[in-house]
């Protein structure tokens, strides 16, 4: 935002528009130290480790959490080297390749 502007910010806008994203009751047994999802695990930095075709640690955005097959996965976005310079991924990975940043 423009300082000196008197518009709300994102966050306020966001929170005032009454959508409420329906996310697990439970945070991933993975080991992970995020808060419980739902409880603000969402939104955080993390670092993806070894994502499939980009072997490394790169860092990045969890999105949400979602429970399938018995474990729970993160979507994120991260950025890899591409070979033309910086590639945005979207990705659900499991939450043993997502640590707190």
Do not use: I, K, N
Request: net charge positive.
């Amino acid at each position: 935002m423009t300082p000196g502007r008197g518009g709300r910010s994102l966050g306020e806008r966001a929170a005032a528009s009454g959508v409420r994203a329906d996310v697990p009751a439970a945070a991933p047994a993975s080991g992970a130290s995020y808060a419980a999802a739902g409880d603000g695990g969402e939104g955080r930095h993390c670092w993806v480790r070894d994502p499939p075709e980009f072997p490394g640690t790169w860092p990045g955005l969890l999105v949400e959490w979602r429970q399938r097959g018995g474990g729970w996965q993160g979507r994120v976005a991260y950025t890899v080297t591409g070979p033309h310079g910086p590639v945005l991924v979207e990705s659900w990975l499991p939450a043993a390749r997502l640590e707190p940043r």
